[in-house]
Nanobody, 128 residues
């Protein structure tokens, strides 16, 4: 059974940084894309970032571009989300996701329906 476990969330002040991790277990291959989505209270879940298996490119939501960086270590079956210059509007539960297909098109990499496996989420709260 494939399992994704996120960690690294917490309470920080505006301008601080956090690094989220997502570790995949129960799967022999590295899968396709790994991605981060987030859901703020009262809002729909939204795309944050995605990275293909080779790690040779990445896709970002406009709201986080230039502040967040996604990366992955296939040997450790782990993806990371480095979040800098955090803002109160970044407050949300952050979910990790893994696809079976490798996507090199932002349109598909950013869609929830492209991802088959999901973690339980980790809370990020940014105070002003």
């Amino acid at each position: 059974q494939v399992r994704l476990v996120e960690s690294g969330g917490g309470l920080v002040q505006a301008g601080d940084s956090l690094r989220l991790s997502c570790t995949v277990s129960g799967r022999k291959s590295s899968g396709g894309n790994m991605a981060w989505f987030r859901q703020a209270p009262g809002k729909e879940r939204e795309f944050v970032a995605s990275i293909p298996r080779a790690g040779d490119t990445a896709y970002y939501a406009d709201s986080v571009k230039g502040r967040f960086t996604i990366s992955r270590d296939n040997f450790k079956n782990t993806a990371f989300l480095q979040m800098n210059s955090l803002k109160p509007e970044d407050t949300a539960t952050y979910y990790c996701a893994l696809s079976n297909t490798i996507y090199y098109a932002a349109h598909f990499a950013s869609q929830e329906s492209s991802y088959f496996y999901w973690g339980q989420g980790t809370q990020v709260t940014v105070s002003s």
